[in-house]
């Protein structure tokens, strides 16, 4: 599976972006997939995820409320709809995909996406 997100770029506090995670492979539908961001001079957290029905999700307390993971299995496609941006939202964001799974650790996930860029200006 190879991952390619996008859909960053530069918003004003407040504002919203949606990222998309685009999957090659035919069994795209059978993964978990998790966003990851990684701000400057800080390790990468972890965000949300989504199983692989998209009947389940799970996000961190820094933007549950703000930020929805959905999937279009028919379209290969992970997205994350972020709303109420903060500047402390500012990080590459990655997504990532499980085949056994979902979950918020970084171990799990087997394949990575290249990261795309948020950045939000207060």
């Known amino acids: 599976v190879q991952l390619q997100a996008s859909g960053g770029g530069l918003v004003q506090a407040g504002g919203s972006l949606r990222l998309s995670c685009a999957a090659s492979?035919?069994?795209?539908?059978?993964?978990?997939v998790g966003w990851f961001r990684q701000a400057p001079g800080k390790e990468r957290e972890f965000v949300g995820t989504?199983?692989?029905?998209?009947?389940?999700?799970l996000y961190a307390d820094s933007v549950k409320g703000r930020f929805t993971i959905s999937r279009d299995n028919a379209k290969n496609t992970v997205y994350l709809q972020m709303n109420s941006l903060k500047p402390e939202d500012t990080a590459v964001y990655y997504c990532?995909?499980?085949?056994?799974?979902?979950?918020?650790?970084?171990?799990?996930?087997?394949?990575w996406g290249q990261g795309t860029q948020v950045t939000v200006s207060s």
């Open positions: 990532a995909a499980d085949l056994q799974g979902w979950g918020p650790r970084e171990g799990e996930y087997d394949y």
């Open positions: 492979g035919r069994t795209f539908g059978r993964y978990g």
């Open positions: 989504i199983n692989w029905s998209g009947g389940s999700t």
